[in-house]
């Protein structure tokens, strides 16, 4: 059973390695408007040519913005309009068809309020923790102690329309961005040129800002640009700084849906748990980590082995005394449906930080 079933899970593993930078370059954004001409409709679009004509101007425009991505556009941009009086909610009829769509970053409407916001982050942090989805949001001013929230600061938008956008407006811009930045890149320091000014910070309060958890944009004396890509996590228990790197998180976000998707499509249910087989599943992960670190996006000090630690837990739990045994007979041991592994992995951040010495 183990020998027909190796070649599928090897060839799983390799085909998400193989995509992992590609995927990365094109994401897909979700976007929640009002509009009262589409009340309650959705759409998936490939390309701004096909946004309803029926929507207003100002939506179109939001949407045309969401669609000028970074490096590249994104690949969809999911719409789903409430009408113009709907309140975004717990339980709301919006939240509930984004559930059932993949999706990479969220964005609201142009008049979201502090509440809602609050209500997104809260749906976004639980579709995370409790069905594995590797939701993001970007959310106007809120302090959300989050990895999977980015907290955009910015006001005094201006790209030569009467009024100037608030934060709200262009959070689907920015998502857009974030959308369209490969893994191999971070979103520091990314122009805007469709931005004329913005309301401009001290480098004191840019640093302050970046310092909380805010991302933020500035000019620098030639153009606008976006500051340090940072989400809103500033609490750190249990894990480290780069949490706070919006680069990172995507990194970590793209393996962890690699693995779960390829072990749940080839090796749950599909081979027997016996020691060997559970190397074959070491060994497919490690071929997978080793092209990621091959195109550059971790490096190749990775490790990925059974988790000694946790299954002597699990053993000892279940009443086989493990005293006098070594760490191999641990490793071969027998743990039912249970296979209990450990990946160590260190991601390649952007050049970010720079200093030059000149002397005379």
Request: proline letters at 3%.
């Amino acid at each position: 059973m183990s020998t027909l079933a190796m070649p599928s899970i090897n060839i799983a593993f390799q085909q998400a390695a193989s995509t992992a930078l590609a995927r990365s370059q094109k994401g897909t954004v979700a976007l929640i408007l009002r509009d009262a001409a589409l009340a309650d409709k959705t759409y998936t679009l490939t390309a701004p040519s096909q946004i309803p004509s029926e929507m207003g101007t100002a939506n179109q425009a939001a949407v045309r913005r969401a669609f000028l991505g970074y490096e590249k556009p994104p690949k969809k941009v999911l719409l789903y309009i409430t009408d113009v009086d709907d309140v975004i909610a717990a339980g709301c009829a919006a939240l509930n068809w984004l559930a059932t769509q993949q999706f990479d970053y969220l964005a609201g409407p142009a008049d979201l309020t502090a509440t809602e916001a609050g209500v997104i982050k809260t749906w976004i942090v639980t579709q995370r923790s409790d069905n594995h989805a590797v939701y993001k949001a970007v959310l106007p001013g809120l302090a959300a102690d989050s990895e999977a929230i980015v907290n955009f600061a910015a006001g005094g938008i201006d790209i030569g329309e009467t009024e100037k956008l608030t934060a709200a407006a262009y959070c689907g811009r920015m998502a857009g961005l974030l959308a369209g930045t490969p893994m191999r890149i971070s979103a520091t320091f990314a122009p805007l040129p469709e931005v004329r000014d913005v309301d401009r910070l001290t480098e004191a309060a840019l640093d302050a800002a970046v310092g909380t958890g805010q991302m933020v944009l500035f000019w620098d004396g030639e153009k606008v640009k976006t500051g340090r890509a940072v989400n809103s996590l500033t609490t750190i228990t249990g894990k480290s700084d780069k949490w706070k790197k919006i680069k990172i998180v995507e990194l970590l976000d793209i393996v962890q849906h690699d693995l779960r998707l390829a072990i749940d499509d080839n090796y749950i249910g599909k081979m027997a748990n016996t020691y060997e087989n559970k190397l074959l599943l070491v060994t497919a992960i490690t071929d997978y980590l080793r092209s990621l670190a091959r195109d550059g996006l971790i490096l190749d000090n990775f490790t990925c082995g059974i988790d000694v630690d946790a299954q002597q837990a699990w053993l000892e739990e279940n009443g086989t005394p493990t005293v006098d045994m070594n760490e191999q007979e641990i490793k071969e041991a027998g743990t039912d449906t249970n296979v209990f592994l450990m990946v160590a992995i260190s991601p390649v951040d952007a050049i970010e930080d720079v200093t030059v010495v000149i002397r005379l």
